[in-house]
């Protein structure tokens, strides 16, 4: 069964913690990407990656990083420089016409 | 550059009316367009997407959507609302050979019984 899985569904992060957002796809899609939801806002993009070992900065990369060791992984960490991470992260893989398909989205809280 | 503006935030309608959720989109090339649906605390579903096929573009759930080229317009609309169907819609846009997707910033439906 193909499909996007996300990890952990609900995160929460002490003050001065960075914390890793697990992502991964099973469709064998190059590329893969990382949005950030706050209620009211749509999705904002954080990342993105066209093909293994590459990847670049999206709208809002500040305070987030990645990787993209495997085709089918591509985690998210949230370091202690984003000052405000609370909000509902979604990953997504693209096919080769353009459509992209989502997990069912991490929510990052705060203690 | 490419945008999207999605016209109403909230739209409520009652159950077996019609749905009319109103996009519109600015692109610099020939756009492909999408609508998903997300409901409470979940990923984003894919409800349909126009490549420059047909016009009329019919979807999942009793869904379509029609691309109108001179209004600048990708309408979604059903014939007849379901509870089910409560949930917050985005329109999308990406141009074509673009590496990102924008997004329009939603619009809530609410289904009365």
């Known amino acids: 069964d193909g499909g996007i899985t996300q990890s952990p569904k609900y995160l929460f992060r002490k003050e001065g913690q960075n914390v890793t957002l697990s992502c991964e796809q099973n469709?064998?899609?190059?590329?893969m990407y990382w949005y950030r939801q706050d209620p009211g806002q749509g999705l904002r993009l954080i990342y993105y990656?066209?093909?293994?070992?590459?990847?670049q900065k999206g709208d809002i990369a500040e305070g987030y990083s990645v990787s993209r060791e495997k085709k089918e992984s591509f985690p998210l960490t949230v370091t202690s420089a984003q000052k405000n991470p609370t909000a509902f992260y979604l990953c997504?893989?693209?096919?080769?016409?353009?459509?992209?398909?989502f997990g069912p989205g991490t929510r990052l809280l705060v203690l | 550059a490419q945008s999207v503006t999605q016209l109403d935030s909230h739209v409520s309608v009652s159950e077996g009316t019609p749905v009319l959720l109103r996009c519109n989109y600015s692109?610099?090339?020939?756009?492909?367009l999408f609508w998903y649906v997300q409901h409470p605390n979940k990923g984003l579903q894919l409800l349909l997407k126009?490549?420059?096929?047909?016009?009329l573009v019919k979807g999942i759930n009793g869904f379509e959507a029609e691309f109108k080229k001179s209004e600048t317009s990708f309408h979604l609309t059903k014939p007849s609302a379901h509870m089910s169907d409560a949930a917050e819609y985005f329109c999308?846009?990406?141009?074509?050979?673009?590496?990102?997707?924008?997004f329009g910033s939603g619009t809530q439906l609410t289904v009365l019984p």
């Open positions: 997504a893989s693209k096919d080769t016409v353009e459509t992209q398909y």
């Open positions: 990656s066209q093909i293994v070992n590459d990847f």
């Open positions: 692109s610099s090339y020939s756009p492909s």
């Open positions: 126009y490549t420059s096929a047909a016009t």
């Open positions: 999308v846009v990406s141009d074509y050979g673009a590496r990102q997707l924008t």
């Open positions: 469709l064998n899609h190059d590329a």
